[in-house]
């Protein structure tokens, strides 16, 4: 396994959950790094990415404001803050690794994939 998400759970509408993912050297590299989710029934969709410096970010219109993602090189994990969930919130976060160093809201743009965590936000 190369991306390992945790950090997953129950929460209460508005409340907030950090989401890891922990990688190897191997798969992040000079690489953007990306979040997307999948709710049961629904394509998967695109939630976050950030480039491989960490300067530059892109979110998915339904998360701005309330989710920030962030990297440590150093420690080759990129992280998800979720702040003011909501129940449609709810799905399988998945983290991936991609093919270059921008922050890509294009799922082909990546090439690993972890194996995802799960989100429930109830109402």
């Known amino acids: 396994v190369q991306l390992q998400a945790s950090g997953g759970g129950l929460v209460q509408a508005g409340g907030s959950l950090r989401l890891s993912c922990a990688a190897s050297?191997?798969?992040?590299?000079?690489?953007?790094m990306g979040w997307f989710r999948q709710a049961p029934g629904k394509e998967r969709e695109f939630v976050a990415a950030?480039?491989?410096?960490?300067?530059?970010?892109s979110y998915a219109d339904s998360v701005k404001g309330r989710f920030t993602i962030s990297r440590d090189n150093a420690k080759n994990t990129v992280y998800l803050q979720m702040n003011s969930l909501k129940p449609e919130d709810t799905a399988v976060y998945y983290c991936?690794?991609?093919?270059?160093?921008?922050?890509?809201?294009?799922?082909?743009?990546?090439?690993?994939w972890g194996q995802g965590t799960q989100v429930t936000v109830s109402s």
């Open positions: 950030i480039s491989w410096r960490g300067g530059d970010t």
């Open positions: 050297r191997r798969t992040t590299g000079n690489n953007g």
């Open positions: 991936a690794s991609a093919l270059g160093g921008s922050a890509s809201a294009n799922a082909r743009s990546y090439r690993y």
